[in-house]
């Protein structure tokens, strides 16, 4: 009985071995394919190709799977001749995160005709897309981050009738967006990813035929034009996401037709009217991002029944009204709120204190006014802070001081003609214990540098730009121990460029690699009415700079500055330094942008900052600079208004040339004689020695005829 039961086990197991064993076609073509590429060794090497790891078969040994994303796959695998194509049962494809190069067949699909999931996805496929899907069954397909270009073929979705996402986000695609994919082809469509490529044109008429859809982005391309009617119909969406593109006109009232929605993003268009009145109908409503458009108008109040709301960006706007009437308090989810740049009115509102999942609020640029109360200490999670207006700078920082979580505070347009409080022992141990980026940007308070800045031990950027500061730079600063970032530009300073700053430990000593996380809640830009300059979106990421330009700093330059040598810009211009450039400046090896104008430096530019090979920008315009240009050097490759203002600098690219030194000129002459520039000085010799008799001669008879 035991003997029968042991053979049933076994002949079981030959039969399950032999149902799962590999198709020796398939193998072979697995094995072929892995060759034709330039990649890491996948191990292959068992008998049975079912076993290897990314690939899995059916009952029948035939391949259903191959997933082999990031393996380090390279070069070319999908000629027509691919042995892929021997793989005709296979349904689900991943080869995503590898170096796959070259274009994409329609000879590759040919006989691929179960693929149901094809992820081809960061890569760097090229050329244009097939004339169309052959496969009916194709339910995914994503082409993200590569480098296919041309226009999508209308007929390239015929045949799918089963495609439920489309995702060719980050390649360079271009002509019109095919939004009747919903109409002849793909009625089950759920994900349409269009985002950065170049498409344009207007966005067609079609995707209120997308029953199904759900996500629709479209974001950083050429579209112009307006918001497509019937978008409004395609009532499933939870996404619609059209950043950076120059759509005009007003958001419709019928997008109280999308209940579902809860990602709307339009930033960055050209965008205008009022509000729609019912936005308080979208109750899934999550993220709401307007900014930089031409909306006018106020908040619809309606906007404060959206209580699934986590973030509003209505920045750069037209946008008006008193902000402090509306009631955030039933907000309870909201952790950014960002009004830069409107024309609000009123205080700072009172009802954000209930909004206890606050990490990022920005409200600057408007014309609201007041000063910060003690309750802004209820919002535990402050992370970041922008504000203008305020009044009462002491009071300000006595109270934020105190925001345990805050590490980006940015304060403009305040406090005018205060007394900025310079004690050391205004900080209480402890204050801004977490504060990494401060920056008071056109304040016009009075006083000198605060001593208490050098308690802030964790600050890495530090802006107190255009106030009306006096007096010197505290030497204090150079001991603060991770700030890279230090701009004091456009005030009222005074004294010498203390060699202290030459020490900060993060321009002279390479950052140790541990992680933190550095990433600031809202992106920081300046609104601009044409082209905004976009700053980093982590503290690690801005350029190390120190700038004093714009004051009143006198002295030498000092040759400790050539210690921070890992400063990229370098600005001391506007100032009234003097004597020479130090030599120093050229250890400064990853300088990218140096401006030393409108100073009273003197003496040649030195031949050293020829070695500064990152430097993109140089300016020592209206000094008193002379000599020479450094010849043969990418100095020449700087504009002529570089060095202009400076009347004894010649050389190219001024137009003024060098006069020939004439001993210079003369010993080259005579060196070009052979035996010549070994001739005696004879009619040197003689001219000397008749000067000698001749003097003697007649002083010497006077002195004998006297004695």
């Not at 005709?113 to 994503?142: A, C, K, M, V, W």
């Not at 082809?185 to 994900?191: A, G, M």
């Not at 920008?617 to 020479?628: C, F, I, K």
């Amino acid at each position: 009985m035991a003997h029968g039961f042991l053979l049933i086990l076994l002949f079981s197991h030959i039969i399950s071995t032999n149902v799962h064993a590999c198709n020796q076609i398939e193998r072979a073509s697995l094995l072929s394919f892995a060759s034709t590429l330039s990649s890491r060794p996948l191990n292959w090497t068992s008998v049975n190709c079912c076993r290897w790891k990314g690939i899995t078969c059916n009952q029948d040994g035939l391949v259903t799977h191959l997933l082999l994303s990031s393996k380090g796959l390279k070069g070319a695998i999908f000629p027509s001749s691919s042995s892929l194509g021997n793989l005709t049962h296979l349904t689900h494809m991943n080869l995503s995160h590898n170096s796959i190069s070259e274009s994409l067949g329609t000879e590759f699909f040919l006989s691929l005709n179960r693929l149901e999931i094809l992820d081809l996805s960061f890569n760097l496929l090229s050329g244009n897309l097939p004339f169309s899907l052959p496969s009916h069954n194709i339910q995914t397909l994503d082409l993200s981050s590569n480098c296919f270009h041309g226009a999508i073929p209308s007929s390239f979705f015929q045949k799918a009738r089963n495609l439920t996402s489309f995702n060719v986000h980050n390649n360079s695609f271009s002509g019109l967006i095919p939004s009747s994919i919903c109409i002849n082809s793909s009625p089950l469509i759920r994900l349409l990813d269009f985002s950065r490529n170049a498409f344009s044109g207007n966005i067609s008429p079609g995707l209120g035929g997308c029953s199904k859809l759900q996500i629709f982005r479209a974001g950083n391309n050429n579209l112009s034009g307006l918001l497509p009617k019937d978008i409004y119909n395609a009532t499933k969406l939870e996404e619609i996401a059209f950043p950076s593109n120059s759509l005009h006109g007003a958001i419709s009232e019928k997008i109280f037709n999308l209940i579902n929605l809860a990602i709307l993003d339009l930033s960055f268009n050209a965008l205008s009217g009022v509000l729609p009145l019912y936005f308080g109908k979208l109750s899934k409503l999550k993220i709401l991002s307007l900014d930089y458009n031409h909306f006018e108008g106020s908040l619809p109040p309606s906007l404060m029944n959206c209580t699934n709301l986590v973030e509003i960006h209505m920045a750069a706007n037209n946008l008006e009204g008193d902000i402090s009437m509306l009631n955030f308090s039933k907000l309870s989810h909201l952790s950014k709120l960002d009004l830069l740049q409107n024309h609000f009115i009123g205080t700072f509102p009172t009802s954000l204190y209930s909004c206890q999942s606050l990490k990022a609020i920005r409200l600057s640029a408007n014309n609201l006014e007041g000063q910060i109360q003690h309750e802004i200490l209820s919002l535990k999670s402050l992370s970041l802070l922008s504000l203008g207006g305020l009044t009462n700078i002491t009071g300000a920082m006595k109270i934020l001081m105190h925001c345990k979580s805050l590490q980006t505070l940015l304060l403009s347009y305040s406090f005018k003609g205060e007394e900025i409080p310079t004690d050391e022992g205004m900080l209480d141990v402890g204050g801004f214990q977490n504060l990494r980026f401060l920056s008071i940007y056109y304040c016009e308070f009075i006083g000198q540098v605060p001593l208490w800045l050098s308690k802030l031990k964790n600050v890495e950027i530090l802006i107190l730009k255009g106030s009306r500061i006096t007096g010197p730079i505290p030497r204090s600063l150079g001991t603060l121990p991770k700030l890279f970032f230090l701009s004091l530009a456009d005030n009222q300073i005074s004294g010498e460029f203390p060699k202290e700053l030459c020490g900060l430990p993060s321009l002279v000593h390479e950052p140790t690699t541990t992680q933190v996380d550095d990433y600031i809640d809202l992106l920081i830009f300046t609104a601009a009415d044409l082209y905004p300059i976009f700053y980093p979106r982590r503290l690690s990421n801005f350029a190390p700079t120190v700038d004093l330009s714009f004051n009143h700093i006198r002295g030498r330059i000092p040759t400790e500055i050539g210690q921070i040598h890992l400063v990229h810009n370098l600005d001391l211009s506007s100032n009234y330094f003097s004597g020479n450039i130090p030599e120093q400046i050229s250890n400064l090896k990853n300088l990218e942008n140096l401006s030393l104008s409108m100073n009273h430096l003197s003496g040649n530019i030195p031949l050293s900052l020829a070695s500064l090979n990152f430097l993109k920008s140089l300016n020592v315009s209206y000094n008193n600079l002379e000599g020479p240009i450094p010849t043969g050097t990418q100095l020449q490759s700087f504009n002529a208004s570089a060095f202009k203002g400076n009347s004894k600098l010649c050389g190219a690219p001024l137009p003024n040339e060098c006069l020939p030194i004439e001993g210079i000129d003369a010993d080259s002459n005579n060196s070009q004689g052979g035996d010549n520039g070994h001739q005696f000085p004879w009619l040197y010799i003689f001219t000397a020695l008749g000067f000698i008799v001749g003097f003697w001669g007649v002083f010497g008879s006077l002195i004998v005829k006297k004695t």
